[in-house]
Nanobody, 128 residues
Framework: QVQLVESGGGLVQAGDSLRLSCAAS????????MGWFRQAPGKEREFAAA????????FRADSVKGRFTISRDNTKNTVYLQMNMLKPEDTALYYC?????????????????????WGQGTQVTVSS
């Protein structure tokens, strides 16, 4: 069982940066692939980024590539999403999620149904 708690969201202007954090419970954090997903009003939850258990492999959706960076600190049981050059279309509720048995970059790692544990989400709003 893994419990996830996101933080760091807020209201920013276009071009600004934010760093989201996701703190996980449990002693097996490093065995989980961690993902960030986002859901805008009226839209489906979409994949943003994923990172392997060791942190050595990452994968990002085309929509955030070059602007967002996913990282993790296994000593702190925390995964991060650094978001730069934010755009109004990045406005969404951002969720972190945990899974085992998928490889970052694989099609399965981008599929929200493959993730077993989810946080409650943190809101990011980008004004133009």
């Amino acid at each position: 069982q893994v419990q996830l708690v996101e933080s760091g969201g807020g209201l920013v202007q276009a071009g600004d940066s934010l760093r989201l954090s996701c703190a996980a419970s449990g002693s097996t954090f490093s065995t989980y692939v961690m993902g960030w997903f986002r859901q805008a009003p009226g839209k489906e939850r979409e994949f943003a980024a994923a990172i392997s258990g060791s942190g050595g492999t990452t994968f990002r959706a085309d929509s955030v590539k070059g602007r967002f960076t996913i990282s993790r600190d296994n000593t702190k049981n925390t995964v991060y999403l650094q978001m730069n050059m934010l755009k109004p279309e990045d406005t969404a509720l951002y969720y972190c999620a945990a899974t085992r048995g998928v490889a970052p970059g694989s099609r399965r790692s981008q599929d929200r149904s493959q993730y077993d544990y989810w946080g409650q989400g943190t809101q990011v709003t980008v004004s133009s």
